[in-house]
């Protein structure tokens, strides 16, 4: 597609519940990224993929948080039994290759725990 | 771990005048670049540099970047009211992924 194409925009959920969230990359980026942003702060690194292989897991913040990514192109980003402190905006990045590129970001998703 | 920090936390300026927002990072770098965020939303890459680089212009944008004090600038000349959001600087960090400074919050009044 033209952009980084994330959904849904906006998710309301109870406390408890598990949410999934979506991101379709730019066709061809083999690289992607998902960061989260908590109110007025900046950008936290989860997890990126290289295809569908997931190197780098290392910020995800708790086992209730996983993700995976297939075809080479579309990714979910899963959060178990939501706390009220996995508020936030979820963004996902993508770009041509792993290295010194500039990434695209989609307009994110914003979680509400309830 | 927080990579890039911004320098100020906010700045409110006149439409006409140049903005000024200073970056500071800890680890070597391949890279650093900056971003425009917008309603708090996605994000908008403006401009990379590459740390054999020292300054690099891109419209009415310059950053310019010091390895040896581990730190960059982007200067914004002739600002305009749709300038307002927020500039974060991002470095690479082992070559795969951006650690992303908390941001400066740009104001500019027409």
């Known amino acids: 597609g033209a952009g980084v194409s994330q959904s849904p925009s906006n998710k309301v959920t109870e406390k408890g519940k598990d949410v999934e969230l979506r991101c379709d990359p730019i066709?061809?980026?083999?690289?992607l990224y998902w960061y989260r942003q908590s109110l007025g702060q900046g950008l936290e690194f989860l997890i990126y993929?290289?295809?569908?292989?997931?190197?780098?897991k290392s910020g995800l913040p708790s086992d209730r948080f996983s993700a995976e990514r297939t075809g080479g192109s579309v990714s979910t980003l899963t959060i178990q039994r939501t706390q009220q402190e996995d508020s936030a905006v979820y963004l996902c990045?993508?770009?041509?290759?792993?290295?010194?590129?500039?990434?695209?970001f989609g307009s994110g998703t914003r979680l509400t725990v309830v | 771990s927080q990579q890039g920090e911004e320098d100020p936390q906010a700045l409110s300026i006149q439409e006409g005048e140049n903005a000024t927002m200073n970056c500071s990072y800890k680890?070597?770098?391949?890279?650093l670049q900056w971003y425009r965020q917008n309603s708090g939303r996605g994000l908008v890459h403006l401009i990379l540099?590459?740390?054999?680089?020292r300054e690099k212009h891109s419209g009415r944008l310059r950053v310019t970047l010091d390895t040896s004090k581990k730190s960059s600038s982007l200067l914004i000349t002739a600002s305009r009211a749709a300038d307002t959001a927020s500039y974060f600087c991002?470095?690479?960090?082992?070559?795969?992924?951006?650690?992303f400074g908390a941001g400066t919050i740009l104001r500019v009044k027409s």
């Open positions: 990045a993508s770009s041509l290759v792993q290295g010194p590129y500039g990434y695209t």
């Open positions: 066709s061809g980026h083999t690289a």
């Open positions: 993929f290289q295809g569908n292989s997931a190197p780098d």
């Open positions: 680890t070597s770098i391949n890279n």
């Open positions: 540099i590459r740390s054999n680089e």
């Open positions: 991002a470095t690479d960090e082992n070559g795969n992924k951006l650690v």
